[in-house]
């Protein structure tokens, strides 16, 4: 319980509407012992039953605000009324306590600067404004007064200026210090996520690297075994099919060194779309040769409304009539940029085997100097983490969304991004999208 009423009075834990929950409560505590104060201590004269009448009604609207929006992920709208109500209470106050002549009258001023730091420009506009109108409407309703034969009406219009002019200053001045701090926080934490991914990042690289390493030698000793088993058993059927995963594994290690070189080299050339789509065509047949693996270009209608057709047909590409604007457009690429897109087309693989199907399609279009790609597969859909993944390593039952975080960094690397979503009627897309030169 000691812990948390601490929490509770800790400022820089709370969230915005707590802290506005927090400063009224200590503010209805002020006005109840102020006017019970100024009338059995001052004996002053003042409508003493509207007054706690309008702080009885203060009170029960400030706890069932607690109790409805405490425990609940409220936005701005929320805190936006509550600082409305905030400005009404006060005006109603000082309405039955003078007025416009009421000493307290500039705490107007509170509710505009708990908008200054909580809300956008626009809310807080409309908070300052009804606050300024809440001052006049005090002003307007004032009697005359006079002093000593003096005429004290100039001297509360000129508090009312000097009122608007405090709003103008908190409005702009304090408004905009109050966003200048809140990017800055949200620009940092952006840092720190970034920081933390490119740790991750540099971790994953260095275990890879050592594992390659480490692998290397087994495997020079199991192809100088083989070497001298073929020697002596040329026609021996097992030794036979030693030949081919050895050789490739050796291919893989060289085509990681070869990666490892060209990231190391910040090595980089152009492509055409065309060129692109040819090693995603090849390396899709190469490797994954039990896929119907489908290609749509723009002008080309005959086959896209076949998308949802799984039966089990060779690799096939929707290219009779290609764009050729599009696929003679040019864009950066480096080593990894095929890698990663085959990580998300495997993705879509395995998730089609899940569900019993074997088609995959690429669809290629371009707006704006921007290349969009879009892989759709037929599969279950993603079903957690759809708006993380790609962003952190994530724990699940398929594994941590690894070869995602491997893809995405690499697209972001390019200056593209990957944004991953459940097609409305089946399976799951992967959007990237590169610029074009």
Known sequence: ???GLVKFFDLKVISAIERLFLLRTVGIVIQLVTVLAVYFVMSLQIALQPLLFIILIEIVFHVLSVLILRQRNTG???IFVQVLADVIFLTVLMSFSGGATNAFVSLLLMPIVIAAVSLPTRLLLITSLVAVLAYSGL???MPTHTLHEMDMNNHFIGMWANFLLSVVVVTFVVGAMAKVITNRERMLALQREE???SEQLLALGVASAQVTHQLATPLSNLQLLFDELIEDYPDHAA???MRKPLTQCADQLGYFRTLASSIRENHKEILTVDDLLGLIKDSVNLQFPECHFELILPNNTDNTDNTDNTDNTDNTDNTDNPDDSLIAEQLESDAMLLPALLNLIQNGIKS????????LTLSVFARDKILDLEIRD????????????????????SGLGMAILLSNSTFERLGGSLKLSNHPIQGAIAHVTLPLV
């Open 352 to 359: 089609n085997q899940l569900n019993r199907t074997n088609k």
């Open 1 to 3: 319980m000691v812990g």
């Open 239 to 241: 030794i036979q099919a």
């Open 195 to 197: 920081q933390l991914r």
């Open 76 to 78: 701005q709208g929320a």
């Open 139 to 141: 002003l307007l309703e």
């Open 378 to 397: 037929f599969g279950l859909g993603i079903k957690q983490h759809q708006d993380i993944l790609g962003e952190k390593l994530v724990k699940s039952d």
